[in-house]
């Protein structure tokens, strides 16, 4: 029953911004449980790599200049967002559904 940000932070895959007064830090994912980050990033390595949607999805982030690494965490978001909406429907995964 949650939802895509609280997942997110779940995880440790949630943006954390490390900003203070007028200066603005980079953003940095942090914190939640790295077991699961630990998991979630291999299974990424892989959809990100075989899967249609994924790699669409990191090639185009790729295209519009972002970092290997910033692009592979959103990709992890993704796919994290994703498996959540397919265990809270119960609904197996569908390429038409999830779009890049």
Known sequence: RLNRREIAALAGVAPVANDSGNRKGRRRVQGGRFEIRRVLYMATLTAARYNPVIRAFYERLRAAGKLPKVAL???????????NAMVRTG????????RA
């Open 73 to 83: 965490v959103a990709c992890m978001r993704k796919l994290l967002t994703t498996l």
């Open 91 to 98: 609904k197996p995964w569908d390429p038409s559904l999830h």
